[in-house]
């Protein structure tokens, strides 16, 4: 039997608002609070350490208190934090759009644990995406969907316009109803079992300007919110270090046994402090041949089946259904992203 993976929980102010706001709608707060053996009086606090996956969980259970299965598409508008984190302090300073994203990926680590944001150009469009480190399959429907109504809330506040993307996407399977995913994002473009949870936004509006954009915050905040980011950095650069050695290996087919010995350390020991920071061997070599994948399929000189052969996979169909699950699309479709008015993700 496998060794369950143990957590690094990460401190959330979003916690005990969840807790204050299904108190005030009818909910059984305390059923919460003893179910995730959550602190005495946590509706105080500012914030409260939780891991991402009971914090998946905690979304789950407040829907049910509730009896709304959409709640994580309120939340975000209608949760009373009692602060802002460094990270989100920086977001809301920043000039325009595409700097505010940009900073939220930055400084995901401090704010949400175990996610993991990139924010990618894809032609005329941005695609901003959201996965959590060790859990490939996420950490379900509810988690999801705030995570991304997130971000969608920030932008229309911050902006005070009626943002709407193109498309959306979710790691988890179709739900029963989506109606009420669909009112709130503003398309018709969903779709499920991905790789990732993702906004696909049009590359224009990325200049647009932020009525909250405050030059004087931005700095001092930046400077506390890199040297936190500094705290992390030990674990970050092995996972780093760990990824550049997979990269040179992709075509041999390399295992973790030959990176750890290019390490000069065991393969337990690699493997154990992989998990320190989040990820398996296994699930790091998955994102590496993922970004190597993008980058290689752009460049129209290259065969398709030279590239699944850079990336160390067998055949061309096997390399085509991994970036299928990667990106939505096959590789040959995602190269039209240079005429991107025929990309639908």
Same mark, same amino acid.
């Given at each position: 039997?496998?060794?369950?993976?143990?957590?690094?929980?990460?401190?959330?102010?979003?916690?005990?608002?969840?807790?204050? @706001?299904?108190?005030?709608?009818?909910? =059984?707060?305390?059923?919460?609070?003893?179910?995730?053996?959550?602190?005495?009086? !946590?509706?105080?606090?500012?914030? /409260?350490?939780?891991?991402?996956? =009971?914090?998946?969980?905690?979304?789950?259970?407040?829907?049910?208190?509730? $009896? $709304?299965?959409?709640?994580?598409?309120?939340?975000?508008?209608?949760?009373?934090?009692?602060?802002?984190?460094?990270?989100?302090?920086?977001?809301?300073?920043?000039?325009?759009?595409?700097?505010?994203?940009?900073?939220? !990926?930055?400084?995901?680590?401090?704010?949400?644990?175990?996610?993991?944001?990139?924010?990618?150009?894809?032609?005329?469009? !941005?695609?901003? /995406?959201c996965r959590v480190a060790g859990h490939p399959r996420g950490l379900g429907r509810h988690a999801h969907e705030y995570v991304l109504a997130s971000v969608l809330t920030h932008a229309r506040t911050l902006t005070g316009l009626p943002v709407v993307p193109r498309a959306v996407w979710f790691i988890h399977a179709r739900p029963r109803l989506v109606d009420a995913a669909h009112r709130f994002f503003g398309t018709e473009e969903l779709d499920f079992g991905r790789a990732d949870n993702g906004l696909l936004f049009d590359a224009a509006w990325m200049e647009t300007q932020l009525t909250t954009a405050d030059p004087r915050l931005l700095v001092t905040a930046e400077q506390l919110a890199d040297s936190a980011l500094r705290?992390?950095?030990?674990?970050? =650069?092995?996972?780093?270090?760990?990824?550049?050695?997979?990269?040179?290996?992709?075509?041999?087919?390399?295992?973790?046994? %030959?990176?750890?010995?290019?390490?000069?350390?065991?393969?337990?020991?690699?493997?154990?402090?992989?998990?320190?920071?989040?990820?398996?061997?296994?699930?790091?070599?998955?994102?590496?041949?993922?970004?190597?994948?993008?980058?290689?399929?752009? %460049?129209?000189?290259?065969?398709?089946? %030279?590239?699944? @052969?850079?990336?160390?996979?067998?055949?061309?169909?096997?390399?085509?259904?991994?970036?299928?699950?990667?990106?939505?699309?096959?590789?040959?479709?995602?190269?039209?992203?240079?005429?991107?008015?025929?990309?639908?993700?």
């Amino acid at each position: 039997m496998a060794r369950a993976r143990k957590e690094t929980p990460f401190r959330s102010g979003l916690v005990p608002a969840l807790v204050r @706001f299904v108190r005030a709608h009818g909910g =059984d707060a305390e059923l919460l609070v003893r179910r995730f053996g959550l602190p005495a009086g !946590v509706e105080a606090h500012a914030d /409260t350490p939780i891991t991402a996956v =009971d914090f998946g969980r905690l979304l789950e259970a407040a829907a049910g208190e509730l $009896d $709304d299965p959409f709640l994580s598409l309120r939340l975000p508008a209608e949760l009373e934090p009692r602060g802002y984190g460094l990270g989100e302090l920086a977001v809301r300073a920043s000039p325009t759009v595409r700097e505010a994203l940009q900073r939220m !990926v930055r400084y995901a680590p401090l704010e949400n644990g175990g996610f993991v944001l990139a924010l990618e150009e894809r032609g005329d469009a !941005v695609a901003f /995406t959201c996965r959590v480190a060790g859990h490939p399959r996420g950490l379900g429907r509810h988690a999801h969907e705030y995570v991304l109504a997130s971000v969608l809330t920030h932008a229309r506040t911050l902006t005070g316009l009626p943002v709407v993307p193109r498309a959306v996407w979710f790691i988890h399977a179709r739900p029963r109803l989506v109606d009420a995913a669909h009112r709130f994002f503003g398309t018709e473009e969903l779709d499920f079992g991905r790789a990732d949870n993702g906004l696909l936004f049009d590359a224009a509006w990325m200049e647009t300007q932020l009525t909250t954009a405050d030059p004087r915050l931005l700095v001092t905040a930046e400077q506390l919110a890199d040297s936190a980011l500094r705290a992390r950095a030990p674990a970050e =650069d092995f996972t780093a270090t760990v990824a550049a050695r997979i990269e040179e290996a992709l075509g041999s087919g390399a295992g973790a046994e %030959d990176i750890a010995a290019r390490l000069h350390m065991s393969k337990r020991t690699l493997q154990r402090r992989l998990e320190e920071g989040g990820l398996s061997f296994q699930e790091l070599v998955d994102r590496v041949r993922a970004e190597k994948a993008r980058a290689l399929v752009r %460049d129209e000189h290259l065969a398709l089946a %030279d590239v699944a @052969f850079r990336l160390g996979f067998s055949d061309v169909s096997s390399f085509s259904r991994s970036f299928r699950r990667w990106t939505g699309v096959s590789p040959g479709r995602y190269r039209l992203l240079k005429q991107p008015e025929s990309f639908t993700p």
